[in-house]
Each structure stands twice: as structure tokens, then as C-alpha cells.
T-cell receptor
């Protein structure tokens, strides 16, 4: 168990809808990362927050947004959902963002199915 | 754009065999290279490498980094069925001064160990 908690485990929704994925990082970790994993593209970096502030953005669509709250939990909001958004969404946390980086510890993911 | 390439894509071996997994990278401002093992859900951290030529070892797994040739290998000796998984290579890089490091993943090597 990595200590990173993601809810819900599974989500099935229709095209055009909006969903919120939630992540609680490991105790003491200030950094939260979101990744999307689909069969053909591997793990794609979406966004990174450190202590409530956005630090880096990857290939995150404008329909997607995220935030990290004062208690360090994070939410990823996906709106106007399309079939192609179906994927496994991972949250990961790390202790700090030193010069060399720190290992990320992943939650078990939220599997999103858009029908 | 940062790129991490793993080979082979897939590998089937017999229990007891030794395997070598490859990871090459092209990134801006390399910081470190990480290996992860992904079984059913969350990737789990194996190694973090920052210096060339220094082997990291954990039981039957070992890894080494070559920063001149921009690659790393992950060796697994005396493979067991429990080693069956997807092995992911990832690289921390820093695009611009003042920004956070970004972790870019390869698409992974799927290893199957048979009896």
C-alpha cells in the first residue's frame, strides 16, 4: 500500500458529462501529480501541484482542470467528456521537489469509462 | 519534446532465466532516472539513478545508468513468475530554470515469466 488514496475506483459516465476524481497524498507529501494511462499511450503526465500551487503542466486538455487544497488533497475535474477520455487516471505524491526529483508513489487509480 | 523509449516492448521467458530491459532517453536537463514495476494497478517504485556507472541492487534486481550514452538497463536474474509485470522507465527533467522537474514515462516492457 503506497499510502496514496484515490476515489472513486471506477466511474462510468456518458459523453458530455463532468466528473471529479479525488486524491489524498501520503502523509507528509506536499507534491501531487496526475497521470492518465491509456492502452496505447502509456502514462501521460497531466499536472503537478506543490503545496497548493501549480508547478508544471503536461498535455492536459483545456476541458480538464485540477487543484490542490490547503489540506493537500487534490481533485481532477474532467468536463465535456468524450469517449477518448476513457482511461485509468493515477494520482501520485512525493515528499519534495529537490534538484534530482523524488520518487513518486502512486495510488491505485480511478478507471473512467465514458459511454 | 522529452522522449523515453523502452525495449523490448514485450518479453516471454522461462522461470530461472535472466532478463535485461533497456531504456534510452532524450530529455532537456536530465535530473534522474527511475524504474517502476506495474502489476495490476499502481506502479511501484524500484530504483532511482542519478550517477553514471553506479549499480543499484535490490535482491535479484539491479540497474545501472549511462549518462554519456543516455540509457539505463534493468536486470532481473533467476526470474520468478511473480516478476511478471510491466516495467516502466521514467526520467526527471527540468525544462526551464525556476520550473519544477517533470517525470516522463516510457511505454514500458511487458515481461511474462512462465513455468
Amino acid at each position: 500500500d503506497s499510502g496514496v488514496t484515490q476515489t472513486p475506483k471506477h466511474l462510468i459516465t456518458a459523453t458530455g458529462q463532468r466528473v471529479t476524481l479525488r486524491c489524498s497524498p501520503r502523509s507528509g507529501d506536499l507534491s501531487v501529480y496526475w497521470y492518465q494511462q491509456s492502452l496505447d499511450q502509456g502514462l501521460q503526465f497531466l499536472i503537478h501541484y506543490y503545496n497548493g500551487e501549480e508547478r508544471a503542466k503536461g498535455n492536459i486538455l483545456e476541458r480538464f482542470s485540477a487543484q490542490q487544497f490547503p489540506d493537500l488533497h487534490s481533485e481532477l475535474n474532467l468536463s465535456s467528456l468524450e469517449l477518448g477520455d476513457s482511461a485509468l487516471y493515477f494520482c501520485a505524491s512525493s515528499a519534495w521537489t529537490g534538484a534530482e526529483g523524488s520518487p513518486l508513489h502512486f495510488g491505485n487509480g480511478t478507471r473512467l469509462t465514458v459511454t | 519534446e522529452d522522449k523515453v523509449v523502452q525495449s523490448p516492448l514485450s518479453l516471454v521467458v522461462h522461470e530461472g532465466d535472466t532478463v535485461t530491459l533497456n531504456c534510452s532517453y532524450e530529455v532537456t536537463n536530465f535530473r534522474s532516472l527511475l524504474w517502476y514495476k506495474q502489476e495490476k494497478k499502481a506502479p511501484t517504485f524500484l530504483f532511482m539513478l542519478t550517477s553514471s556507472g553506479i549499480e543499484k541492487k535490490s535482491g535479484r534486481l539491479s540497474s545501472i545508468l549511462d549518462k554519456k550514452e543516455l540509457f539505463s538497463i534493468l536486470n532481473i536474474t533467476a526470474t520468478q513468475t511473480g516478476d511478471s509485470a510491466i516495467y516502466l522507465c521514467a526520467v526527471f527533467s527540468k525544462n526551464r530554470p525556476g520550473t519544477a522537474s517533470k517525470l516522463t514515462f516510457g511505454t514500458g516492457t511487458r515481461l511474462q515469466v512462465t513455468l
